[in-house]
Structures are given as C-alpha cells and as structure tokens.
C-alpha cells in the first residue's frame, strides 16, 4: 500500500485490530507486522495465535463492530493512520525504536490511529513542540504557556499537546487563535470529547488542526491510557517543555517519555514559592533544559539553520574598558576636578601608568581635561556594584 | 605569633601595609610571607623593592596613617585580623590556593582584614552560606531571601553578604532579626557605611555580627572594590546562593568567585517574566544547583552528617498498585457495579487474570464485593491524568 485512503477490507481489519487489545501491544503489533492486518485480524479472530497474545486479545477477540467505528469515523470526517498511509510520519515514530532496531517494550510505536482534522500528521510532526503541564495552572503559567504557543506559531512550529484544562488547553488556545498548527493527542476514543468543558475547544482543534488517538470509537479515558497517551504527544514532538508541573503532574510522565524517545526536555522555572512549578524544579534539576522563553525552545525542537542567538545583554561604556582604564575611570570623585597625582593616589597606581588610561577616558567621552585637571564628564551614573 | 591581639610594631605595619597597595596584591603578600611585616613595610617605605611591586607602591608608600588608622579602629571597638590570628580561617581561605600550592591570581586571598563585632571569623566561615543578590529585588526575591535567612539561622548556618540593598539587606536583617550569625564584607573603610541607608543595619552587624573590609579606614567604595570584596563573600561561605539577579548584577560576580575558589554555586529560579531572576536562569543554564529552600543549601554549604532527605511526595493508595492492580481499578466506571468478565472486557485482559488484581484492590479497600458483582468503594475521587 502506496497511501491514499485505505481499501474497505483492510480498514475494517485494522479497526478490528485497533480494539482487540489495549494498545500499546507489542505482540499484536508484531503480528501484523508479519502477515499483514488482513490475515492478523483473521488469526486474532479465530484465536490461532500464540499464548501470550491469545490472552491479551481474550476478552475482546470475539467483539467486532469494525463497521460501526468506520461508520462513526466517517460521519466525523474522519480517518484511520497506519503505517503504510502517506502522513505517517516514518522519522518521528523511528526514534520509539532502541539500538537494536526492535522496539523497546516502553516505547512501542503507535500501530493505528485514528485522525479527525485538516492538518497532516507528518506536518505535524516535522517541527513541533509538546507543551504541557498542570491543570492547576497559575495564572504565570498560563502566561507562559500563551506567550510560548504564540512563540512558537510565529517560529513555524506546531503545538501538540493533550487537551487538558490547565496547561494544556492554554497552549492549544493560544495557537487556533493565532492560526498555527495544534494537534491534541486523546486518551480516549475520537468521538469521546474529554474532558468534556473542552468539547469545544477538541471541536475546533478537529476542524483546523488535528485530533488524534490509539483508541478506537467509546474507549473512556483511564489512567493507563494517560500515561500511553502522553507517549504520543512527547512522540509527535521534536521537544516537550513543560510550563507549569506539580510533583505529581502528569505532564512529568510526558517528559519521562520524551527523555525515553531521546527527545529534548525543557522545563520552565517559576516562583520556588508555588506549588504549580515545583514539578519543573524538579524536572530541572535532573537535568531538563531551562528555557524562558519560545525563542529557545527552537533549538530543541530542531531543523537545521534556526538556532537562534543569546539575548543581548544590556551594555554601558563602562563594559569596554580594560582594568587599568576602568581603575582609572573609578578613581575619580563624582564631580570635583583632580590632578593626575591625585587620581594615582586615589587609584593605587604611579601616576606614569594613569597617563594612557585617561587619554583613553578622554577619547571615550568619559572625562573631560582642563588646565591639568581632570573630572568626569556629565553622564547619567554608571552602576558602581 | 600565636593569636591574640598584634603587638603594636607589628600593627602597625599590618596597617601601613593595607594601605600602600590596593588590594588584592599578590607581589605585596609575597614579600610579606617572605621577611614578615615589619621589614616589608620597613622596605616598601623605602622603596627598597622589585620594580613590580615598586611601581605598585609609589603612589601611596609615603603616606603612613597607620596610627591613625588603628586609632580609629580602637574607636570602633574593631580590630585587624592577620593570618597569624586564632580566628584566621585557615581552611577557608587555604582554597585561594592553587593546584600548585602558590595562590592563584585571581583568588589571591586577603593579606590582612579590618574587623568590627563579637563574632569571630573562624565561627563564622565554619558553617557559612553566601547569601547575595541584585539591590533591585523584588516582593519575591525579597520574600525568598527572608526564608532563606530564616532557615539557614535555623540550621545553625552563618549568613554571609555584602550589606547592599535588596537581597543583601534582607539577608542580613532577617538573619539579625532570627538572633543568628550574619557578617557582611564591605567594599570600603570599616568605617565607611555604605550604602548610606543601611548604616544603622552595618552598625547592628558590628554591634551582633562581624563587619569585615580589606580596605583601610576611609576608603570609597568603587566597582572594582565592590568585585574585589565579592571574592571575600564567597571565601567566607561554604557555598553561595544567588536568589535574584538581573543580567548584569554583581551577584552573579560573586557567584563566579565562589565557582573559581571550588565552592557550590546555587541559584533560586523565578518567574520567566522577571528580569529579576534572568540573571539566576543564566547560572541555572550554566551549571549552577537550583535550590527552593533552605534545607537545600544545607547540603551545599557542607559539615558532614548534616546532607537532609529529599522532599516526601505525597502519595494515595494507588501509588502502590501494580500494574495489572492499576488497570483492573482503572476498568471500574465511577458508581455502578460491573461482573468480572464486563471488567475483563473493560480491562481488555483476560478474566481470569483479573482475580488475583480484585482481590488486592479489595484487601486495600479500593474496590467492594456483592452478591457476584464489583464496584468502586467510596473514596474522594483519584486524580486519573
């Protein structure tokens, strides 16, 4: 299979497969890697399969409403995302796999997803970034996760994340209102809006971006399936960073996985005094990537050519100077005018070794000289610390 | 010399010595190590010295104020404190010292300090931390340095800064305020209160603390005394903490002293919105350790037995569920009561591996039996992201 949309027969399989065990599930995955969705689905069905993946598939393997999930599916506008589909996006999903090519039992790669949203997946994921975070947010917080979102449209950059209250739904936000690329990754079925004060905002993300999930039509989120669903969002994403985490907030497990993937964490500081940032604290000190603004999340998100420069630090005439002509400069009183022995005295240096230093002052504006004396030029002070 | 107080030859060069060169002066102490006090003044004076230190000399070599310097000092109830001194931190200042054993430049140590206050300076750099930050502080900072204080005073940890506005000034208030140990290491004369505003702070210090200079009575503040003195702040603390500090502060000099002499920088992280804290994000980036409270320092400033436990997370029964417990539990619906095999469904594990899970969820009273059927017990809600 080239792409394209899927031929009935096979998309039936796949949504068959989709249910039959709670994915991640390297047994089945593997299977249908061998023979096919078809004959996969076929032998699951039957229960000629191995040991293992006969248990796990027991409960569900004789429950077949495949037609009714496309249906459902197809009545949302949606589509089924496997594999061998155009918009599978090989390099991202690559990165689940160790060193040995075989997928790490953690990190198992998506085997079908269910889609609903104008946006590509492999668009997605070519550049974007995951933000995450409490649903606790602080009102810092959700300026922060605004303020990146709006960053990172600007920077090209998509914004995945996972539909939640807080953080989450702030970045997401934030991104349809400035018409960038948002993906929301669920952890529940496509047609299951949750949590339901987001219904809305899912809605929209399905008309202008892209909703995405592992779990076909119904499947209620769980706590499982949060976790499984936060190995997606750090997946589809070049970088995470998370804005805003408790100690026990979920967006450190999307970090957890991202660092899994490979992928660069980034975390935001915030008041020692709030309770909503101490998750980053501790994401920080075990060695997340500080980041303090949307500009730096860009290189970590990747592509060649965009890493963008240092701030500029503030800089004074003061800053130029060499320690002797700086000495110099310092020996000076406020206002009154002084003989260049007394400037040595005051400065601690012969007076032969000033001469140069204050002819650089003079140059530089920064003293004035007049019948042998010298004093500073008017300036507005310079900080002394 | 033993301790004690100088003899009065010996003080008295101690004095002019202070004074003939700016400190820190490494050909100075060199000379001094080598024929002792009393003759390296005598050959300065006379200028019966290398060329080096001749010319370093010249300014001020025939200015001798040491009577009067030590009259006012006697005044002041203050005294000078020498390597030869019982409270001459041996330990402390043995870090100036190079691989080599010869003093490195940069961290030259003190050749001799103006003191004023009760506290001895050996007492205080046993257990110290360097308490420092921008003067432009804000309600946070402010508020961060206080609790700091407060619980470094707590854990029997001197508090060492440099007696400026903001951060500083709430170091040393809250520390004088908490009955502890605090000094503060002046850029200028003993007897020189600067910052004006906080002379009656520096007066209580010299009443309750320890006030410390390298400079001579008399001496102005200027910004290379200010980077010089910030060398001491760092010598005298086992480790140094910056709460705030903007992109320029000289909080981040001392942090760099502290890291050149070996010793634990941290850092306290803020908001990204605060340039307040830009200048702690930028030592965070570089390696510095993130701190939130207190206690965290502790470990940092060093004294063995005294490293504390990490912060205990809180934790719900499900903390302690495995897996398999975990999913089964996740498969109840919120109220109504399920038989085992529409939780195997659920669950999408096989029903008979669902048993062993129920019957542990119930022994922890996470779950009920009744006539067949299984429900959720009554509990406040767990969190499921």
Redesign the interface.
């Known amino acids: 299979m080239t792409g394209g949309e899927l031929i009935q027969e096979e998309a039936r399989a796949w949504a068959y497969l989709s249910r039959v065990?709670?994915p991640p599930c390297a047994d089945l995955a593997d299977l249908v890697a061998d023979v096919g969705p078809i004959e996969a689905a076929d032998l699951v069905r039957r229960g000629d399969v191995e040991d293992g993946l006969l248990?796990?598939t027991?409960?569900?393997r004789e429950?077949d409403c495949a037609d009714e999930d496309l249906d459902l599916l197809a009545r949302c506008g949606g589509r089924l995302l496997t594999p061998g589909c155009a918009e599978w996006p090989h390099l991202a999903f690559g990165a689940f796999h160790g060193a040995t090519g075989r997928p790490r039992a953690q990190t198992q790669p998506p085997m079908v997803l269910w889609a609903i949203g104008p946006e590509r997946l492999v668009d997605v994921t070519e550049r974007a970034c995951a933000v995450v975070g409490t649903?606790a947010a602080s009102a810092?917080g959700e300026?922060?996760a605004s303020d990146f979102a709006a960053g990172l449209v600007e920077r090209d950059v998509a914004v995945v994340s996972g539909g939640?209250y807080g953080i989450d739904g702030v970045a997401h936000r934030t991104t349809l209102a400035c018409e960038g690329l948002t993906a929301a990754v669920l952890a529940g079925g496509i047609d299951v809006f949750y949590p339901k004060g987001h219904e809305t905002m899912l809605r929209r993300i399905g008309e202008q971006g892209l909703l995405l999930t592992e779990y076909p039509p119904g499947v209620r989120?769980?706590?499982?399936?949060?976790l499984a669903r936060n190995r997606l969002v750090a997946a589809c994403s070049g970088a995470t960073v998370v804005v805003e985490a408790g100690?026990?907030?979920?967006a450190a497990s999307t970090a957890a996985w991202a660092k899994a993937l490979g992928r660069p964490v980034c975390a935001?500081?915030?008041?020692?005094?709030s309770a909503a940032?101490?998750g980053c604290?501790v994401l920080?000190?075990d060695g997340a990537?500080?980041?303090?603004?949307a500009a730096d999340l860009v290189e970590y998100v990747g592509r060649m050519g965009e890493f963008e420069s240092e701030?500029e630090?503030?800089t004074t005439p003061?800053d130029v100077l060499s320690?002797a002509e700086?000495?110099a400069y310092?020996?000076f009183p406020a206002r009154a005018a002084r003989t260049v022995d007394q400037l040595?005295?005051a400065?601690?240096?012969?007076?032969t070794?000033l001469l140069g230093p204050l002819a650089t002052l003079e140059l530089a504006g920064l003293v004035t000289r007049h019948q042998g004396r010298w004093q500073l030029a008017r300036r507005t002070g310079?900080?002394?610390?």
Do not use: C, I, K, W
Not at 221 to 226: G, S, T
Not at 268 to 273: A, H, K, N
Not at 347 to 351: D, R, S
Not at 382 to 385: E, K, L, M, S
């Open positions: 065990a709670e248990s796990l027991a409960a569900r429950m649903r810092y300026h922060v939640a989120p769980a706590r499982h399936r949060f100690l026990r907030s979920g935001v500081p915030g008041p020692v005094t940032s101490a604290h920080l000190r990537n500080l980041v303090t603004r701030p630090h503030p003061l320690d700086r000495r310092e020996a040595a005295e400065a601690g240096v012969p007076a070794q310079a900080d002394v610390r």
